[in-house]
């Protein structure tokens, strides 16, 4: 997992800012067909947002958890059912 400083993470959050979901992720949770749209969609994007569907705010964390420990990726943002993640291009 990707451990941002405090300043990597305030200006991710304001690069994020204008960002639309580009991911959804439904009540079904996190499968691995969702896991690898992810992933192809932080290739191309770098910061992405995803929406989760779940009203469960621990589910919501641990899936976020989850996207930034098998990807690489880190936590930049958890807002409601928003999850912002970055993960650099390499």
């Given at each position: 997992?990707?451990?941002?400083?405090?300043?990597?993470?305030?200006?991710?959050?304001?690069?994020?800012?204008?960002?639309?979901?580009?991911?959804?992720i439904g009540n079904a949770g996190l499968a691995a067909s969702v896991l690898d749209?992810?992933?192809?969609?932080?290739?191309?994007?770098?910061?992405?947002?995803?929406?989760?569907?779940?009203?469960?705010?621990?589910?919501?964390?641990?899936?976020?958890?989850?996207?930034?420990?098998?990807?690489?990726?880190?936590?930049?943002?958890?807002?409601?059912?928003?999850?912002?993640?970055?993960?650099?291009?390499?």
């Amino acid at each position: 997992m990707l451990i941002l400083s405090v300043a990597q993470r305030r200006e991710l959050k304001a690069r994020a800012h204008s960002l639309n979901p580009t991911v959804m992720i439904g009540n079904a949770g996190l499968a691995a067909s969702v896991l690898d749209e992810i992933s192809r969609t932080l290739k191309s994007h770098e910061l992405i947002k995803i929406r989760v569907m779940s009203d469960d705010r621990e589910a919501r964390a641990a899936i976020l958890q989850e996207i930034c420990t098998q990807l690489n990726a880190g936590a930049v943002q958890h807002i409601g059912k928003i999850l912002v993640v970055y993960q650099p291009q390499e």
